[in-house]
Nanobody, 110 residues
Framework: VQLQASGGGLAQPGGSLRLSCAAS????????MGWYRQAPGKQRELVAT????TTNYANSVKGRFTISRVGNTVYLQMNSLKPEDTAVYYC????????WGQGTLVTVSS
């Protein structure tokens, strides 16, 4: 599976951005798609994941971020952005094996 992420950029606090991640290859085998992020000087952390029946969010983004999937593309709608959401965001898929996208930078700043 190959993943191509897009949609990062600069947003003001309280603003919104939407990330997209298109999967190609053996997409019929994908069980989980999700988003992770890594802020400067910090470890990569889970943001949100989605299976065919469930979604899972980090506590820090619950109520503000929404993960969705349409066909072979997974989206992350990010609302009410905070400066602490600044990070490189990576999309991820599991099945078969694990794949990572190239990362897209999200900067939240006034």
């Amino acid at each position: 599976v190959q993943l191509q992420a897009s949609g990062g950029g600069l947003a003001q606090p309280g603003g919104s951005l939407r990330l997209s991640c298109a999967a190609s290859g053996t997409i019929f085998s994908i069980n989980v798609m999700g988003w992770y992020r890594q802020a400067p000087g910090k470890q990569r952390e889970l943001v949100a994941t989605r299976t065919h029946v469930t979604t899972n969010y980090a506590n820090s983004v619950k109520g503000r971020f929404t993960i969705s999937r349409v066909g072979n593309t997974v989206y992350l709608q990010m609302n009410s952005l905070k400066p602490e959401d600044t990070a490189v965001y990576y999309c991820n898929s599991v099945g078969p094996g694990e794949s990572w996208g190239q990362g897209t930078l999200v900067t939240v700043s006034s």
